[in-house]
């Protein structure tokens, strides 16, 4: 026996309450969390500039030059800056260095880049007048040798 | 389940949000420090414990023990959760009741894990176990049983198929005991008498205990031991990979044999596995680069696509059809090219597990003690240094001492899989097994040296997320 199937006039949803309460929860929280963000670098007025020797970058070690300077492009003098290597994937352990300033403004330190592929930098400065700050280098693409 | 404590522990029914809790709370730790944290891989918890701890920790529990890690699953605690709130109205649909929508979830993770450079990124990492936890109550929320476990996780499809070599296995004790049982709580769950309510849930997973075989499908979420009012049901020691040699139905899964879709996820498992590890290597950049200029390619993924399309579907189907078709030619096997590829993929599943093995258990073991500096960061950025300052000098294990356990846990699948591909052989053919074993033995022997070959390889891992 066939039973006749009258389509209603009425729209139906097919998602029980529940389901649908469930739904917006999922999707509030997805945007609220999408919403974070980390906050921007506090000190845009000082320049780091960088030179990597050899170029392209090798495993083994590598000579890093920075060059210091303010707004007004005058070099920064007495900053004492600690350098920290890392790989871009967690469990390869970082390398440290310090650089020494060579001439006014002008800061070399000796690293090791111990494996192929991307490092980061990361420069922690601490300027004449004690302020902090902090830069990063990308390195991308170090061959094997 | 005999071991005094340990078998008290698994028989209590809050066993396992007992488990689940702690990973819980680290799985919200992890998604905060990978959003709000460091934007440097080595120095986030979400990439340090997800792809060096986790990883690592999670095939060496599969060897040692079980699928402990899906019993201990943070997601289920929140899906079961929030079914107190919701209740699922829907049966999973019919159509998408095999591991096709699964395998593809698999190789979509393996993909994106390679484009995007996940585990160079803290902020995608803690996106991609959010979105976990998101889909988990979605599917969950609107499906009933446990549909999200069996139909589409790809973490545990993985467990699923490694586990099938695992040393201990959900299992009736005595046959004779369920023979004598009408009420099947194992499966229907233990009802109040008069109400014929559920008190405590059956298998969720439609694995009815005296017909199971072996560990596919299987959660270990301990729903049966709990329900069974005989305690007939436990947690028994076997031969590892045992199930892989045998074809008997198994309940909720029928015929290995007739299952393309389970094959398919032993071949992404299997070829998966290098594929992986490939991806960590000089030579893949070569490759890519070689592809770019050939094809004119401006973007990575284009290329990407066609080394996955090569290692997951060419290579397979050419290496295992050319291994069939050997099979019936030499040893006169008469079941066709499909079924024969079928049947003997699963031998290869120790191969595949040997080289999960090795490349996870490198990570693990060559960073075991990077959590301590992380974690001592962690701390210190919300001004509780409780741990002292980082020492971030602490790594874990040398890389050739690791280098060496690499090359044993590639032995081992090797072996395994030679072992079930005799098996096998001498099922299909007692006369001349030899002539069924060869051809799947030469494939596994062509799998073992480019694992060991890729080993060697210099590592070399490049992000295009440098910072977040």
Redesign the interface.
Known sequence: MSIPFRRSRRSVCLL?K??R???AL?CT??WF?AS?S?PADSTPEITIEHEISPAPARIGPVLITLRLSDRAAKAISGAHIAL?A?????????V?GEAKESEPGRYQAHVTFG????W?I?LHVILPGGQKLGR?I?V??VQ?N | MRIPGLGHLFRWHYARPLLQAPLLIVSVVMILHGLFGPALAPKNLATTLSWLHFRGLLVLVLLCAGNFFCLACPFMLVRQTARRFFTPRFDWPRPLRNKWLSVGLFVVILFTYELFDLWSSPWWTAWLILAYFLTVLVVDGFFKHASFCKFVCPIGQFNFVASTLSPFEVKVRDQDVCARCHTLDCIRGRREPVSDLVVIRGCELALFQPRKVGNMDCTFCLDCVHACPHDNVGILSRLPGTELLTDPIRSGIGYFSRRKDLAALAVVFTFGALLNAFGMVSPVYALESWLGKVLHLGREAPALGIIFAFFLILEPVVLLGLAAWLTRVWAGNQRGLLPLMVRYTYGLVPLGFGMWLAHYGFHFLTGLYTIIPVTQSALASLGWPLLGEPRWTLTGLPANVVQVIEIGFLLLGFSGSLAIIYGLAIDDSPRQPMRAFIPWAAIGLVLWMASLWLIFQPMEMRATLMSG
């Open positions: 029980p529940d389901c309460t469930l739904l999922a929280a997805t969390v974070c980390r920290e890392d790989m871009s994937h967690a469990g390869m352990s970082p440290f494996m192929a592929g991307d980061i990361l990063q990308e991308r693409g094997p």
